[in-house]
């Protein structure tokens, strides 16, 4: 259920947290994300080992390729309504910049995408992005994802102002 066609989405082990804490310092991976003050790797690792598991409420999946079995990125969905059936695609990152482009983004998002609805039985994903990160607002689209509102000028990068899209995506959408 969690394997596509390049990616496979697992639970994050203790081990992952030396690349988890690089991709979090790499100012690349991290200039479209809200950043945090830096942190040691010991501290990582100690959050590593403390992780809370994941439930349908609120998870994060490591995303490891197919091609070699390397942890190469993570996707976290939360915010779970199972009421409304609806829930927060929180964030994915490919952190090993070396294989962006690859496609791998686009995969881990149909494998997210599809457990959340055919597993899960959602009814729709509602996601935040900044207008400017063209890889992923594009990566986004397309697997189905629509903007849907816009929130001006409301994210600061690098001494500018951007916009936020919020973008969604209905069950019988995913492509
Ligand atoms: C956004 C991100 C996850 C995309 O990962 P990826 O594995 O490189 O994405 P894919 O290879 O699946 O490519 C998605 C599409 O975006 C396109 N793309 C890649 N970089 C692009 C860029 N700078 N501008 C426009 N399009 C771009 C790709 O060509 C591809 O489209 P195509 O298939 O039509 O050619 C990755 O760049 C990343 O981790 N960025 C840092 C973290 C981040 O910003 N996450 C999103 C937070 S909301």
């Keep these: 259920m969690l394997t596509?066609?390049?990616?496979r989405l697992r639970a994050l082990e203790?081990?992952?947290?030396?690349?988890?804490?690089?991709?979090?310092?790499?100012?690349?991976?991290?200039?479209?994300?809200?950043?945090?003050?830096?942190?040691?790797?010991a501290q990582n690792i100690e959050k590593g080992q403390n992780r809370p598991r994941n439930t349908f409420e609120q998870m994060v999946l490591g995303i490891e390729a197919l091609d070699d079995g390397k942890l190469i990125g993570y996707v976290a969905l939360g915010d779970t309504d199972f009421r409304h059936g609806e829930a927060e695609l929180q964030s994915i990152a490919i952190g090993d910049r070396d294989r962006w482009g690859g496609g791998y983004a686009t995969d881990a998002l149909r494998v997210i995408c599809r457990?959340?609805?055919?597993?899960?039985?959602?009814?729709?994903?509602?996601l935040w992005v900044v207008a400017d990160n063209a890889a992923a607002v594009r990566a986004y689209t397309k697997v189905g994802f629509v903007e849907e509102g816009r929130k001006r000028e409301s994210f600061r990068a690098?001494?500018?102002?951007?916009?936020?899209?919020?973008?969604g995506l209905l069950s019988s959408e995913l492509r």
């Design 115 to 126: 457990y959340a609805f055919e597993e899960m039985g959602l009814h729709r994903l509602t």
């Design 14 to 41: 203790p081990a992952d947290s030396e690349p988890l804490w690089r991709w979090y310092h790499d100012p690349e991976v991290g200039r479209w994300m809200d950043g945090t003050p830096p942190i040691s790797l």
């Design 158 to 167: 690098r001494g500018k102002r951007h916009d936020f899209l919020m973008m």
């Design 4 to 7: 596509g066609r390049r990616v």
